[in-house]
């Protein structure tokens, strides 16, 4: 019989978590049109790193 894996297992065997994951929704304004449209991503965030931080980096680089 075969043995039942849990949630726990799967990821203990793809190793450390270095990193958590956030989705970021933010909003561009188009140069075309003039009208809003928004944005998602989802962040790779370092352990140790401080998260707000992380995302505002983020947004500067990708509204440039």
Not at 34 to 56: C, H, S, Y
Request: without cysteine; glycine residues 6%; proline residues 2%.
């Amino acid at each position: 019989m075969a043995k039942k894996q849990t949630f726990g297992d799967k990821t203990a065997k793809k190793g450390g978590n270095d990193f958590k994951v956030a989705k970021l929704v933010y909003s561009v304004k188009s140069e075309k049109t003039n009208a809003w449209k928004f944005m998602e991503k989802n962040v790779r965030i370092p352990n140790g790193e401080n998260d707000q931080k992380v995302l505002t980096d983020f947004i500067s680089k990708a509204t440039k």
